[in-house]
């Protein structure tokens, strides 16, 4: 009756989160979730302006590829942000808008995943831990998800190249994602380097997703793209090989926006927006109109930076000498190891009243990982808040674990 590839995705993380904890009450009155990633900081106050502005759009069918000027933006941000040359990216030819990144995505797999590849079911490459999306997107392609450990010992990011060339023959897409989710680790120059080159010789699309890009507390994160057009590539096409996903919904807060684009490989773009123009939610006029007025203004993401730059540095004096923090290097979690996920968020709500997610929820399982899952010492908590907020909630998270006796 239904697609059993559903079957074999776990349930959402969110979902087995409220199972864990919605039977407990919390012994204190104020609750904090500290367990979404959903910034609450606002977007500049001029974007209802803009939207507003073009009401009198609301009745026209929105392209699907983004209008002329969304993608020119992005295309601009794209150059800027990441050092391209001039002109290098090409806004009618390497540019996609989309309904954020999340739907572009799970859309991508299907656009890039054959029935086969070098006759044998084909594999979508992915980290673990993952962005949930990753998964559900390689089985409803079709394809066999291979999930790859990214431990601290790896930097906490995949190595594909480590793969058997049996997996990698079969590669048809490799997701890699820099900051990541959950770790906040960043890839450098050479390691993407390293990736476009696998993806070449296996011919494998490499999908970066770089939604949390503009989050960073050090050097600026580079893109794929940046890797990408350092090699020289077949047919003149810059990007070979290689797509980027972004996202306003972490730069300029305003996830509610849904606004994301595509970039990269113009044939495998242009693959994508015939899947899109079937398939995918175009991006309302009004919206694309703020969107391009999102991605021509650095100073709020700047702005928003600096906040998480402050939030990171209040949790390095917080969990200062505690052995399982790690400062991320990105995006606006952190991956706590706290010996058992599952038991001290259960400790943290009960006792703190502070909602975080148990690695384990953001992980598959592993034979190979101890306790059977590479996640399970791990606690997701998202700096979201503003800096008080967050100053107390993480304030009380190292009390409850100083005083612990289950560490
Ligand atoms: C790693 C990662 N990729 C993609 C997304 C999707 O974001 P959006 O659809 O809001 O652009 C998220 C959101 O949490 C994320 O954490």
């Known amino acids: 009756m239904t697609n059993p590839a559903l079957d074999r995705l776990p349930g959402s993380a969110f979902v087995r989160l409220r199972a864990l904890l919605d039977p407990l009450a919390p012994a204190v009155e104020n609750t904090l979730a500290m367990s979404i990633g959903e910034p609450q900081l606002p977007p500049p ?8 502005a073009n009401a009198h759009l609301w009745n026209r069918y929105p392209p699907n590829d983004g209008t002329p000027e ?12 990441f050092g391209l040359p001039a002109g290098c990216v090409d806004p009618a030819r390497h540019v996609l808008s989309a309904a954020g990144s999340r739907e572009a995505l799970f859309l991508f797999a299907l656009a890039a995943v054959p ?21 559900a997107a390689a089985e409803m392609s079709g394809a066999e998800p291979v999930l790859v450990p990214a431990s601290k010992e790896g930097g906490f990011l995949p190595d594909y190249a480590a793969l058997p060339e049996d997996v990698l023959e079969r590669a048809a897409l490799a ?14 120059l050479d390691r993407l380097t390293g990736l476009v080159r696998l993806a070449r010789r296996h011919d494998f699309v490499l999908a970066c997703d770089e939604c949390y890009s503009d989050l960073y507390f050090g050097e600026a994160p580079p893109s794929g793209l940046n890797a990408a057009h350092a090699l020289d590539a077949d047919g003149g096409e810059p990007f070979a ?28 773009l242009r693959a994508f927006l015939k899947l899109r123009s079937y398939a995918a939610v175009a991006m309302p006029l009004p919206i694309q ?3 391009a007025a999102l991605w021509g203004d650095d100073a709020h993401a700047a702005a928003n930076r600096a906040h998480y730059a402050r939030l990171v540095a209040a949790a390095d004096r ?52 101890p306790n059977g899952n590479a996640g399970h010492a791990f606690v997701r908590i998202a700096l979201v808040h503003d800096e008080e907020t967050v100053t107390r909630g993480l304030s009380t998270l190292r009390a409850l674990l100083d005083g612990g006796p289950r560490r």
């Open 115 to 135: 029935q086969e590849k070098n006759g044998r079911r084909p594999a979508v490459l992915m980290p673990n831990p993952y962005y949930q999306v990753y998964r």
């Open 318 to 369: 917080i969990f200062a000498g505690y052995p399982g923090y790690l400062r991320p290097q990105g995006g606006f979690f952190l991956w706590l190891d706290v010996g058992d996920g599952e038991a001290a968020a259960k400790r943290f709500w009960q006792e703190g009243g502070i909602r975080v997610v148990p690695g384990r929820y953001l992980t598959a399982d592993d034979p190979r990982a």
């Open 241 to 268: 090989n290689v797509v980027v996903f972004h996202s306003l919904s972490k730069r300029s807060s305003a996830p509610g926006l849904r606004s994301g684009f595509v970039a990269g490989d113009a044939r495998i």
């Open 70 to 81: 969304l993608r020119a933006a992005c295309a601009a941000w794209l150059t800027r942000r």
């Open 45 to 52: 106050p001029w974007v209802a302006e803009i939207v507003a």
């Open 175 to 188: 997701i890699f994602c820099s900051p990541s989710n959950p770790e906040g680790a960043v890839a450098d």
């Open 289 to 291: 109109a703020a969107s």
